[in-house]
């Protein structure tokens, strides 16, 4: 082979050599590229999920915790009293209706639709139940805002509905915080408690279903 064929392969070699080496730099360079842009869509998401977990959190109370010490500690004390007035104006005392069986249920009222309004609808409706207990729904709405309530479903009007507008009641008996609560520290959700005659407590139940149970609460009266 002559010294210019020689110089021809040799040269065809480096430029060969000198593709191989670009293509693989542009490859690496590639490579580098989507992961980084992986990285910052994974960082992205992470950040948009701790935001919305953030606005969650906001609105399910403002991140307070469930507590349900106070509440499941009432069973087998003594009820704590209260007066409350009714949408009709009539202020009921707790303590004068020692000698009847008394079911409360505190619930989140107008901002509960429909599951509470189901349920105080229910206990208007349920003449055998009103034989066996006293049922008083105590919400923390102004009274002046259920009108609403009523002209959406006008058969709450069957129903015992108290206003504890200041939430101390509510407070008392340990509601606001407990699991059932979409505000919590700041409204109750669906809770339940049955004060037997001599005003002891007897049953309490925090419902995170939010349905009716009536059938359930005149089987714990029926245990009295």
């Excluded at 609403?148 to 008392?172: C, G, R, W, Y």
Aim: glycine letters at 8%; charged letters at 20%.
């Amino acid at each position: 082979m002559n010294k210019t064929g020689l110089i021809a392969i040799l040269g065809t070699g480096a430029v060969l050599a000198l593709i191989l080496l670009v293509s693989n730099f542009n490859i690496q360079i590639n490579i580098n590229s989507k992961s980084d842009q992986v990285s910052a869509s994974q960082q992205t998401n992470q950040t948009t999920q701790g935001t919305q977990a953030d606005s969650m959190a906001s609105h399910h109370g403002g991140g307070t915790p469930a507590d349900a010490t106070i509440f499941n500690g009432l069973v087998g004390k003594s009820a704590p009293d209260f007066t409350l007035e009714s949408y009709d104006g009539k202020k009921v005392i707790l303590s004068e209706l020692k000698g009847k069986n008394v079911i409360l249920f505190f619930n989140e009222g107008l901002m509960c639709y429909p599951a509470c309004w189901n349920q105080i609808a229910a206990f208007g409706k349920d003449t055998e139940l009103a034989k066996k207990a006293v049922i008083l729904n105590i919400t923390a709405d102004p009274k002046n805002n259920w009108k609403q309530a009523i002209d959406k479903m006008p058969e709450l009007t069957q129903a015992m509905v108290l206003f504890d507008s200041n939430k101390q009641v509510s407070q008392t008996y340990g509601v606001l915080t407990l699991p059932s609560s979409m505000h919590k520290g700041q409204f109750p959700g669906h809770s339940y408690v049955i004060i037997n005659k001599e005003g002891i407590i007897k049953f309490v139940r925090d419902d995170v279903q939010m349905a009716v149970r009536n059938q359930e609460l005149s089987g714990e009266i029926d245990k009295l």
